[in-house]
């Protein structure tokens, strides 16, 4: 499988690991997608409900990391929110869950128009699979 360690460089940093760990995990086939998704999903995300919910009183990020899991569009989108999400535990940093929650409340979901648009694509290594382009989100920019 090719890698594009390039595009894990700021989700590692938050994690505080590095990509060959986080590659690890998620080549790992001996530990299936939806295994690991509702395990993340019962003992991080449900777990640490109420400290998602007090991080940041203007978001739900409990709300915001579960659908990012039910909801992918695309198995690997699933298991890499799901590997992220693993490995900030296994460091037993709640620190970390709730900084990934807001990096990708803010880099996906609220972009900045004053921020570089390619750098969305810095949040994944599977950039051909997200549903919108630079140009698209330009677009709604300009709308502003």
């Not at 090719?2 to 060959?20: K, M, Q, R, S, Y």
């Not at 777990?47 to 940041?56: F, I, K, M, S, V």
Request: charged residues 15%; negative net charge.
């Amino acid at each position: 499988m090719c890698h594009h360690t390039v595009f894990l460089g700021p989700i590692c940093t938050i994690l505080g690991c590095a990509p060959d760990e986080f590659w690890s995990i998620y080549d790992n086939d001996k530990v299936a997608t939806d295994a690991l998704s509702n395990d993340i999903l019962s003992n991080v995300i449900g777990t640490n409900h109420e400290t998602l919910r007090a991080a940041d009183r203007r978001y739900r990020f409990d709300d915001l990391l579960s659908g990012m899991i039910i909801h992918a569009p695309h198995p690997l989108g699933q298991r890499y929110v799901a590997v992220c999400l693993d490995i900030a535990h296994q460091k037993g940093q709640d620190a970390a869950v709730v900084n990934l929650a807001k990096a990708w409340m803010e880099q996906l979901f609220l972009p900045s128009q004053f921020l570089p648009q390619i750098s969305l694509f810095f949040l994944s290594p599977f950039t051909h699979s997200w549903p919108f382009s630079a140009g698209h989100l330009q677009s709604l920019n300009n709308r502003t």
